[in-house]
């Protein structure tokens, strides 16, 4: 079977939310149409440039804690970050549809510490910022999407799906010690550092996340980095980075479970795991890449890597890989099912069950 790129596959196009036609449903909620009935906002672009208008009727919209908003299509442009509290939904008309562009220096969509983050939900839109990919990244850039703890805990039942966010400082989504949530069919892009970075407080760490058909293009750092997560998973996800240092980054984790999830073109690792413990690689797949496709580090222990594929054809402009899998003294792994073209270096710590790695 001949291996081919992903990005060939991909047009990174997202199914956007339902529209607001007359009678039809969105996410369960009524559209334009029953708004008035049913207590919601829908909001019209104002067609002014200079984000001040479009942003204060949103926040306005949102001033109450229990409010849902309905965004039509068309472009909106903020001066200032959008905060949201709890129980509130943000919904547009698609992704491609309803675009949302940051003219100011802030983040796009965020939460406060003096107001609780609890069921919230963002979805159908684009979050635009204005970083240029072919620069540095700023120190103490923007995010897209940024969470953080309210004054009690983390935010939790967080709900962000078929969104674009792309051209951000710092990372398209940035999510601090949230639990119990999940983040689907989100496109992270060309952000000057992670597509998706979840971390922790000094008090507080992130568990119960779901991460499902996510894709993580052309960002500066990592497409994904876990800092201090604990029982969660990604499910079918994607990492292009395309100069970006790795696909998917594990730091101090526990019990997290990647499935199916891909890494192509990456300079350091497709997979990296340092300080973690019984965390799963279940199917991994690297396309291209440099240097190494999965890498066990520090005192990362009782890993389980099956089922990885090296699809990692030689090039003139894209070497192969120089070790697939790679346990470093000190870390512990049981591998099996392994499928590649470039040589493993394990540790003596390392049980391989089939003798393919």
Known sequence: MTSQSRRGLITGSLAGA?????????????????????GLVVITPSGKKSGVEDHAAIQ????????????????????????????????GAGAHATKIKQVGAGHGITSVSDFAI??????????????????????NGPSGIRLVPGPAEGPSNI?????????????????T?????????????????NGFYVTNTATAAATSLAFEACYALENKKNGYE??????????????????????YLLHGCASVTLTSCGAEEFT???????????????????????????????????????????ADPK???????????????????VIWGVTRTSPDLLSDKVTNLDGSA
């Open 60 to 91: 306005g919209a949102l001033s109450d804690v229990n409010r849902q908003v309905l965004l039509s299509a068309g472009e909106f442009y903020i001066n200032q970050p959008i905060v949201m509290r709890s129980n509130q939904r943000l919904i």
């Open 268 to 310: 350091e690792e497709g997979f990296a795991v340092t300080n973690s413990r019984s965390c799963s690689l279940i199917g991994a797949f690297t396309y291209k890449g440099a240097k190494t496709g999965i890498r066990i580090s520090g005192s990362t222990v009782n890993q389980t890597i099956g089922g990885a594929v090296q």
């Open 159 to 175: 709900t962000i799906e078929d969104c674009v966010v792309e051209n951000w400082g710092d990372c398209g989504v940035y999510l």
């Open 315 to 333: 090039s003139v402009d894209k070497p192969s890989l120089t070790n697939f899998i790679v346990a470093e003294a000190g870390s512990s792994a």
């Open 18 to 38: 339902a529209g607001l036609a007359t009678g039809g449903m969105i996410f369960g909620q009524p559209t334009a149409a029953l708004a008035a009935t049913e």
């Open 118 to 139: 609890n069921y919230v939900t963002i979805a159908g839109l684009s979050m635009i910022g204005q970083y240029d990919p072919d620069t540095a990244p700023p120190a």
């Open 226 to 247: 876990l800092d201090w997560v604990s029982y969660s998973t990604l499910n079918a996800c994607a990492a292009d980075a395309t100069g970006g240092k790795r696909g």
């Open 177 to 193: 010690a949230v639990i119990a949530s999940r983040i689907t069919r989100v496109q992270s892009a060309r952000n000057g550092g």
